[in-house]
């Protein structure tokens, strides 16, 4: 029996397995353009491909194309959106093996807007704060930097204006907003790639605190009073107006006027005060109104209408003018005397006073007392002693004060030598001051000028002024003027025209 080998011969073919022999650059496509790169790869093909972006499977996705060739791969996404950007990791394989092509896309395009919401905080009546998010997608470049603009909604639908083109930071706070209006915001993103859609505010936003006046104050307490003073005490609102009170005003009312006058600035911060400069004897109200940075609340109710006068002083001491100042009025250079007559129990203080300044005994000023009889002697009188002058005797009885006006009298002046040239018509203008007001004439050689047509003159409360026709050498001369007052004449000789026609 013959015994037959049959032999089998199986034939192995072993693929070689993909290896990627350089990962592609970063891709950079303008939105809408179609991708397309080629990637080379070693390995025996086919090969099974599988793409993941961004971590996520795209096994259903037809966007990314890919096509095999014999030592390398083109992937394509054709039209690229905006949502083709990120890190794919497409998995290159065989039955031998298998290898991952990173591959990162960039779609350049104009940064998307800011992501939302606008948030507005931090409202006051001049400012607000705006915040907002970085774009989801910044088109491929980096944010360089923020435009931020405004809207007062009273200006029309188009009336937007840049605040600032140049904020890094997602924040900004819009300063210089008016009182009470009301304003739309927008924020664009600018890059290389260009500027983006507006992110705008969903409703307008009045520029106004966000809190109200405060309310009233208590009713004020006088606690205190003296001859020229009352110090007033009162309680705090009752409603801040959800700000904080920065401060009161106190206003008083004299009787028989309609006037309520402050008389604090700044406003004081406790609720005390004592108000100053008031007239004994007087009836005055008072009333206190609180204020934060919304502005002043309601006043409170008023004080009732008080006399100011010192309760320790009795009346019967006070005291008593027999005679007072009358207005005066005296020459420039002399001297001029005020005088008047007081009484009181016990002896009176006195003090003179012109303005506010008070007046002391000195070369300047003389003052006398001789029992109820004080006298003031001005010397050596000046314009600068015409004000008002006032007397003030006091003593444990009160204080009384008495007043009158000083006017001094100044002659006239002349100044400066004038030269004009033969025929030139001559105009003359000599300034003067004097007081009381003065009457003027004008002569020259003795002769009465104003007799002469060619010469025209006109005369006012501050200067004389002469025009004269066709001046020649027979003009020259010294021409007086002469002021005439109530109570004399005064001749002074000034040479007006000198060397005319030479």
């Known amino acids: 029996m013959k015994s037959e080998i049959v032999i089998t011969v199986q034939r192995f073919h072993v693929k070689t397995p993909p290896k990627l022999t350089r990962e592609p650059e970063e891709q950079r496509v303008p939105l809408g353009d179609t991708l397309k790169v080629k990637i080379p790869i070693t390995g025996k093909g086919p090969f ?23 030592d390398f791969i083109v992937v394509t996404i054709p039209d690229t959106e905006r949502e083709d950007a990120g890190k794919y990791a497409i998995n290159v ?99 290389e790639n260009g500027t983006s859609e507006p992110l705008r505010s969903s409703a307008p936003t009045a520029a106004k605190l966000p809190f109200k006046p405060p309310g009233s104050p208590g009713q004020p307490d006088i606690t205190g009073m003296t001859n020229n003073i009352v110090t007033l005490n009162w309680e705090k609102p009752t409603s801040d107006g959800g700000g904080p009170i920065t401060g009161y005003l106190i206003k008083k009312h004299e009787e028989n006027t309609d006037k309520w006058i402050p008389v604090n600035m700044p406003p004081c911060q406790s609720t005390h005060f004592t108000v100053p400069s008031l007239v004994e004897d007087h009836i005055y109200e008072f009333r206190v109104t609180a204020e934060n940075e919304a502005g002043k609340g309601t006043p409170s109710d008023a004080t009732t209408p008080t006399k100011v006068k010192d309760p320790n002083t009795s009346t019967t001491a006070a005291a008593e003018f027999l005679k007072i100042l009358k207005d005066a009025e005296g020459n420039e250079g002399g001297a001029i005397t005020l005088e008047y007559e007081v ?37 050596n009188a000046t314009p600068d002693d015409v004000d008002e002058y006032s007397f003030k005797a006091r003593n444990k009885g009160g204080s009384r004060m008495c007043r009158c006006n000083v006017n001094v ?38 002769n009465d000028m104003t007799k002469d047509k060619k010469n025209l003159i006109n005369a006012s409360d501050r200067a004389i002024t002469l025009t004269i026709q066709n001046g020649n050498k027979n003009t020259t001369g010294r021409q007086p003027e002469r002021a005439t007052r109530k109570h004399e004449n005064i001749y002074d000789y000034y040479d007006i025209v000198k060397e005319i026609g030479r």
């Open 93 to 191: 394989a065989n039955d031998s093996g298998s290898c991952n092509v990173p591959l990162k896309v960039k779609i350049i395009a104009p940064p998307l807007p800011p992501t939302g919401p606008l948030e507005i905080s931090n409202v006051t009546k001049d400012r607000a704060t705006l915040l907002w998010k970085p774009p989801k997608d910044d088109g491929g470049n980096k944010v360089t930097r923020y435009v931020v603009e405004r809207r007062d909604t009273s200006k029309g639908a188009d009336a937007w204006i840049a605040i600032t083109q140049a904020c890094k930071e997602t924040t900004f706070t819009v300063p210089s907003l008016l009182d009470g209006h009301e304003y739309d915001f927008r924020v664009m993103v600018f890059n």
């Open 48 to 70: 099974k491909f599988q793409v993941n972006k961004d971590g996520q499977s795209l096994a259903n996705d037809d966007r990314v194309r890919i096509q095999e060739f014999d």
């Open 343 to 379: 009484i009181g129990t016990p002896r009176l203080d006195v003090e003179w006073f012109k303005g506010t300044n008070e007046i002391s005994q000195g070369a300047k000023y003389t003052i006398t007392r001789d029992s109820d009889k004080c006298i003031l002697v001005i010397n």
């Open 409 to 446: 009298r100044l002659p006239p002046r002349y100044q400066d030598v004038l030269n004009y040239d033969k025929g030139e018509a001559i105009v003359i203008k000599i300034p003067y001051i004097g007081s009381p007001l003065l009457n003027v004439t004008l002569s020259k050689d003795g």
